[in-house]
């Protein structure tokens, strides 16, 4: 194991063009042990960061230094302690699934045969089974099997759920927990499904258009942001606001306002300056995430 953090971008920016600027001076430090989440809408940038961060795209700016090394020129020791799972799953289609795995093994000085078998008998997936006619779900667990057998220090997955069916999503995120209990292990992954990533990850990154606009906790991001209800003895001007709002509506004597940080300084000074009264409403990561995409 390295003491190295397992993955740093430094004002991280990639551009495929004159008008393509996939990610904007993004700067994130995923922490030993972590389970990260990032969460962002289609073309936020999630997967190009992702393959920067494995060495499979050049940063147009920025650096991207995972396990210690520079992400673009990864050596042999720093790639055998790296797992990676890509959105798009590609295989040796003319192997059998057995085959795979024997011939992945040889790569890695360090294999977990006993996790590989449990694993493939856990997922259904029989060893003898061709790869090519496989569904695209059972490619995903194959995926995933595999980014996981050598134990990696970091594990990296872009959308690794996206083929599952529930019960395979289940068993997957079992197995992630499993990972995630070695506090030397580290996960970074991407996802659109909100519950999956509350149930495993203890950290968020969100991507908007190329920008990180929140890294941290998950029970900061979900402590911090809140829904108000706000009754007023007055009808609100049209322009009413407050500080750290992220979305509105005002209609009369009511207003329903997102806000990043509903701190009881706030919530007095909306109930002296208004005469109103005020309901705090916890949101939940999906609700939270809408809020922070359409301020």
């Not at 809408?41 to 920067?52: D, F, H, M």
Request: hydrophobic residues 40%; glycine residues 4%.
């Amino acid at each position: 194991m390295t003491d190295a953090t397992p993955l740093q971008l430094d004002q991280l920016t990639k551009r495929f063009d004159r008008d393509r600027l996939a990610l904007n001076a993004v700067s994130l430090t995923i922490p030993t042990g972590s389970v990260t989440g990032l969460l962002g809408r289609n073309a936020s940038g999630k997967s190009t960061l992702i393959q920067c961060a494995v060495g499979l795209l050049k940063p147009t700016a920025g650096h991207a230094t995972t396990l210690g090394q520079s992400a673009w020129s990864l050596d042999a020791d720093a790639k055998s302690r790296l797992g990676y799972v890509p959105q798009t799953i590609q295989l040796h289609s003319w192997m059998r699934v057995r085959q795979l795995f024997d011939y992945t093994a040889a790569f890695y000085p360090r294999w977990n045969d006993t996790l590989v078998r449990d694993l493939l008998r856990d997922w259904d997936v029989p060893p003898d089974r061709k790869i090519k006619p496989l569904s695209p779900g059972t490619l995903q667990k194959l995926a995933i099997i595999l980014a996981l057998a050598h134990e990696p220090e970091l594990l990296i997955l872009d959308e690794p759920a996206a083929a599952l069916d529930p019960a395979a999503r289940r068993q997957f995120l079992a197995a992630l927990l499993d990972v995630a209990s070695d506090s030397r292990r580290t996960i970074l992954f991407s996802t659109h499904i909100t519950s999956d990533l509350e149930r495993v990850a203890d950290r968020v990154a969100l991507l908007t258009a190329g920008r990180l606009t929140f890294d941290g906790g998950l029970d900061e991001l979900k402590d911090t942001v809140k829904r108000l209800h706000v009754t007023a003895q007055s009808p609100f001007s049209p322009d009413f606001d407050i500080p750290g709002r992220l979305r509105r509506q005002v209609a009369g004597h009511e207003a329903l306002v997102s806000v990043r940080l509903a701190s009881p300084d706030l919530l007095e000074t909306l109930q002296r300056d208004h005469a109103a009264r005020i309901h705090v409403e916890d949101l939940s990561l999906e609700d939270i995430f809408l809020e922070m995409q359409d301020a």
